[in-house]
């Protein structure tokens, strides 16, 4: 995330995940993203629609999130 912040001065970055994904749920809380949303039946998959769940982080939060062990904005 440093390099899309940094280096492509994105503002804000956006992750989608399974709604049943715990495991992608805890990666991205602890990248210090928060979910933004809930899209329901957003995807058709093994013949039947699913949710997802919309993650995102804004430039200044992941800069200002000092909970980053080796992630931390330079």
């Known amino acids: 995330m440093d390099w899309a912040f940094k280096e492509l001065s994105v503002h804000r970055i956006v992750a989608l995940c399974h709604a049943d994904n715990t495991a992608s749920v805890r990666v991205m809380e602890k990248l210090g993203m928060r979910q933004d949303g809930r899209l329901r039946e957003a995807r058709w998959l093994r013949g039947e629609w699913w949710d997802e769940y919309v993650y995102a982080i804004l430039e200044r939060e992941w ?8 992630l931390k904005y330079i």
Not at 63 to 70: A, E, H, I, R, T
């Open 63 to 70: 800069k200002n999130n000092s909970d980053l062990p080796g």
